[in-house]
């Protein structure tokens, strides 16, 4: 059974880091594409970064470009999502996704807010 | 970037009946090899979201039967034959067909 674990998420203040992790179970890790998927309290779903299976290629939205990194540890079948210059705008629930040609399974998330 | 626009945002639905939602893309989906990455996912309240049809319409082990999809191109459908309780949620279309980024459509809620 595949499944995705997210933590990290905790009330932090603007402009702090934060660094999420995502443990993967189930499937062969280290052959998949994975996501980070965000959604804003009451909101819709926004996708957020993605990663290759070897973590040789990365890509964000303009929204976190720069601040956040998206990594993985195939070793340890791990996700990683380090977010630094934390914004109130960046609060939401952060799912760890699978790309399996295409999104299919998803974690529980993890909450995260951003407020002083 | 590729928009997609859900429609309606809203569905009352009666339990028994049919009910469809549309999801329109600004460009294409068929990508440089002929494959059309148009999904849709469930989230029901308080859940995570579930995908229940993929590349249009390939049903996800366990779906229910009567959750269909169709389309092509630009214009796509998610059809629920007949209306159970527990269909109650949030429906989203999701594109990989042209990224980064991979969108969403902004949510089609449904409710009884």
């Known amino acids: 059974e595949v499944q995705l674990v997210e933590s990290g998420g905790r009330l932090v203040q603007p402009g702090e880091s934060l660094r999420l992790s995502c443990e993967a179970s189930?499937?062969?890790?280290?052959?998949?594409?994975m996501q980070w998927v965000r959604q804003a309290p009451g909101k819709g779903l926004v996708w957020v970064s993605h990663?290759?299976?070897?973590?040789?290629?990365?890509t964000y939205a303009d929204s976190v470009r720069g601040r956040f990194t998206i990594s993985r540890d195939n070793a340890k079948n791990t996700l990683y999502l380090q977010m630094n210059s934390l914004r109130a705008e960046d609060t939401a629930t952060y799912y760890c996704?699978?790309?399996?040609?295409?999104?299919?399974?998803w974690g529980q998330g993890t909450l995260v807010t951003v407020s002083s | 970037d590729v928009v997609l626009t859900q429609s309606p945002l809203s569905l009352p639905v009666t339990l028994g009946q049919p009910a469809s939602i549309s999801c329109k893309s600004s460009q294409s989906l068929v990508d440089s090899n002929g494959n059309t990455y148009l999904h849709w996912f469930q989230q029901r309240p308080g859940q995570s979201p579930r995908r229940l049809i993929y590349?249009?319409?390939n049903r996800d082990s366990g779906v229910p039967d009567r959750f269909s999809g169709s389309g092509s191109g630009t214009d796509f459908t998610l059809k629920i034959s007949r209306v159970e309780a527990e269909d109650v949620g949030v429906y989203y279309c999701?594109?990989?067909?042209?990224?980064?980024?991979?969108?969403f459509g902004q949510g089609t809620k449904v409710e009884i």
């Open positions: 990663i290759n299976s070897d973590g040789s290629s990365t």
């Open positions: 996704v699978r790309d399996n040609w295409g999104i299919d399974y």
């Open positions: 189930g499937f062969t890790f280290s052959t998949y594409w």
């Open positions: 999701t594109q990989g067909s042209h990224w980064p980024p991979w969108t």
């Open positions: 590349k249009v319409s």
